[in-house]
């Protein structure tokens, strides 16, 4: 279907890897089925990043779990953005939850769900679990609707 793409700036073009996540664009189209409630899931089995203490690698399988809301993350912006972790120097934690925030900030999804499995170093594995919902109005029963 011809113009569902319309706006994607990095599908079908050279590939330009950003160096920093602040400089990686997360792209998003429509959602086609907004009023249902599914799951859409991303395996980066080759995530890498740097400490920032030793500077040494740390290799990660980043796993994104998220229900979309109006729009839909475009894969191969995602597959930039994470790439561009190899060089950040970061801790675990919060390399997590920033991929996790980027990522609401970006589709506005209804819920998301980011886990950093952190292979082990120094014989400790970490693994981060980062959450968000969008939170849900109650309205008041005085309210006029």
Not at 3 to 19: D, V
Request: with cysteine; glycine share 6%.
């Amino acid at each position: 279907m011809k113009g569902e793409a319309k706006g994607l700036t990095q599908l079908g073009t050279e590939t330009k890897y950003p160096n920093h996540p602040n400089e990686a664009v997360l792209e998003t189209f429509v959602n086609k089925c907004p009023e249902r409630h599914y799951i859409v899931e991303f395996q980066c089995p080759e995530f890498t990043s740097l400490c920032p203490k030793t500077a040494q690698p740390d290799f990660a399988n980043i796993t994104i779990k998220y229900s979309p809301n109006k729009l839909c993350v475009e894969s191969k912006s995602l597959k930039l953005y994470l790439f561009s972790f190899r060089n950040y120097g970061s801790f675990m934690e919060h390399i997590t939850n920033k991929i996790l925030g980027d990522l609401v900030a970006a589709c506005d999804p209804k819920w998301m769900e980011v886990v950093g499995d952190f292979y082990a170093r120094g014989g400790i594995k970490i693994v981060v679990r980062a959450k968000y919902s969008r939170p849900i109005r109650i309205p008041n029963p005085d309210e006029r609707i």
